[in-house]
């Protein structure tokens, strides 16, 4: 049974960082690639970051580029995204989800951890 854990949500200040962690567990981590999504309130789940298989390659939205970090590290089956300079914006449930196509499509992404909740406060 594939699982995905979040952990690392909570409240934080506006400037603030967080890191946000997803352990993997039931499938072989190395073959998928992975991407950290997020829902706000009322709003649709919206792309965050990804990361290729073989951590060469990631992809940002623009809301978090330059700001954010996704990392991975496929001997401990875990997927960081690390968050600085947050805004009230950026809270929502975080999703890590993983998938076969690096994509910022939530359709690409076949299994999803429950969420973990960032709320920042102005």
């Known amino acids: 049974q594939v699982q995905l854990v979040e952990s690392g949500g909570g409240l934080v200040q506006a400037g603030g960082s967080l890191r946000v962690s997803c352990k993997a567990s039931?499938?072989?981590?190395?073959?998928?690639?992975m991407a950290w999504f997020r829902q706000a309130p009322g709003k649709e789940r919206e792309f965050v970051a990804a990361?290729?298989?073989?951590?060469?390659?990631?992809n940002y939205a623009d809301s978090v580029k330059g700001r954010s970090t996704i990392s991975r590290d496929n001997a401990k089956n875990t997927v960081d995204l690390q968050m600085n300079s947050l805004k009230p914006e950026d809270t929502a449930v975080y999703y890590c989800?993983?998938?076969?196509?690096?994509?910022?499509?939530?359709?690409?992404?076949?299994?999803w951890g429950q969420g973990t909740r960032v709320t920042v406060s102005s």
């Open positions: 039931g499938l072989t981590f190395r073959d998928y690639d």
């Open positions: 989800a993983a998938g076969q196509l690096m994509s910022t499509r939530v359709e690409s992404y076949r299994y």
């Open positions: 990361i290729s298989m073989i951590p060469r390659f990631t």
